[in-house]
Every structure is written in C-alpha cells, then in structure tokens.
C-alpha cells in the first residue's frame, strides 16, 4: 500500500544535542510537510516542500532545518534540542497541481505516524 | 484569517451510542478534511470533503459549504473510536487551519 512512514517512532535525545527525524512516501506527492503537535493540540506547521522549493513558516524557530534529497525522502533536523521541544512530529504528502491561477493547500494531505520526541 | 471551530470539546459516550461533531469555519474554503488522531497519536485521514455527503462504513461527514460548517457523523460507537477528531481547512500557501479538536471517550 502506498503510505507515508516516519522513523523512528520514538526517539530520545539529551538535551542539546542533534537529532534527525526521517520521512518517506511511496506516494509520489510532490508536496511534503513537517508539523509539531504538543499534547492537546492541533498539529503546528513548521515548513513544507513544494518539490524541491523550500518553505519556511514565519515563526518556526532556526533550530529546526529541513532537507529533502529527492522526492520519496524528506528529514527534519533539530540542531540543539530544548526541553521545550519535546512533541510529536508528523509528517504530511500532498499532490499540488502546478495550474495558474491554482489554490495552494487545497489538496487531501496524508499523514505518517509520527515520531515522538523525548528531550532528556 | 481563517477561524475554525468544533464542539463539543469533550464527548462521553457509551459504546453503541450515536453521536455528532461540528466544525464551523469563517470563511468560504475549496477544501475541509476531517482526522482521529488515536490514543497513540497517530493522525488518520477520515474525509476529504469541500461540499456534499460521504459514508465510510460507520462513520460519515457532511460539508454545506454556502452556510459554513461540516458535520460528522459516529453511529454504533466502539471503544476503538476513542481519541480527537479534528477538522481542517486550508488557508493559503498550503496551511491547514485546524480547529481545537472534539476529544471523544467511548466506554464501554
């Protein structure tokens, strides 16, 4: 089945030091994001690739970075982890027709399972 | 921007019962998804649907986009419906507005 996987599932690391979160799709999308959900809330975007245009929002901090080497994988970077960044993280697909006068965001976006952070 | 927002909050039911969840947006939107985020966190994609009606067995969702709102529908409630169900609709640049969340408990 075509899906979107996240490894590892659960991933501890010691406060400040580098850690990467990995996501694959078998899907084919050409839109990838990442998000942070804290407990009891909705998912908070961080950035997305269009392809291979990078877009950061506005108030994701600079410890987070993102690569995306091709169009299957795409890796979160957490530079110097805090204890405030402990979270979920999910990562999300979504296939965006390249149309003029087209709709961003408009497109069913399909999540992994999330890999759940501990900052010790 | 986009406001969205679900009741109830909180939902208790007993298995077998029958339920409705709201979400309200204030603005017109070409898009409205509907998630279960289980106990274990996992994010499942329940509807994609900007207008009309869908069914997926037990479960089924209604948009009227004109008047604003989306509603989904539970019926039989097992235990394994538990978790948050939240609903989502795009704003530009490819953000989804996502509304607070119905956090829903079936007991059995």
């Known amino acids: 089945d075509a899906m979107v996987i996240q490894n590892p599932r659960y991933q501890v690391t010691q406060f400040g030091k580098p850690v990467t979160l990995s996501c694959s799709q078998t899907?084919?999308?050409?839109?990838m994001y990442w998000y942070q959900q804290k407990s009891s809330q909705a998912p908070k975007l961080l950035f997305h690739y269009y392809d291979k245009d990078f877009n950061n929002e506005a108030d994701t901090p600079d410890n987070f970075q993102s690569r995306r080497p091709n169009t299957s994988f795409c890796f979160l970077d957490i530079r110097s982890p805090g204890l405030g960044d402990a979270a979920m993280y999910l990562c999300?697909?979504?296939?965006?027709?390249?149309?003029?006068?087209?709709?961003?965001?408009?497109?069913?976006?399909?999540f992994g399972p999330g890999t759940r952070l501990t900052v010790t | 921007g986009i406001q969205v927002e679900q009741s109830p909050p909180d939902l208790i039911l007993q298995e077998g019962a029958n339920s409705t969840l709201r979400c309200n947006f204030s603005d017109s939107v070409n898009n409205l998804q509907w998630f279960h985020q289980n106990p274990w966190g996992q994010l499942i994609n329940l509807f994609y649907?900007?207008?009309?009606?869908k069914q997926n067995g037990r479960l089924s969702a209604t948009t009227v986009a004109t008047e604003r709102y989306s509603l989904l529908y539970i019926s039989s409630s097992q235990t394994t419906d538990s978790g948050v169900y939240f609903c989502?609709?795009?704003?530009?640049?490819?953000?989804?507005?996502w509304g607070a969340g119905t956090k829903l408990i079936i007991k059995p």
């Open positions: 989502a609709v795009p704003d530009s640049n490819y953000q989804l507005i």
């Open positions: 649907i900007p207008s009309g009606t």
């Open positions: 999300a697909t979504s296939r965006e027709p390249q149309l003029a006068g087209f709709v961003a965001g408009s497109y069913e976006q399909y």
């Open positions: 899907l084919n999308h050409n839109v």
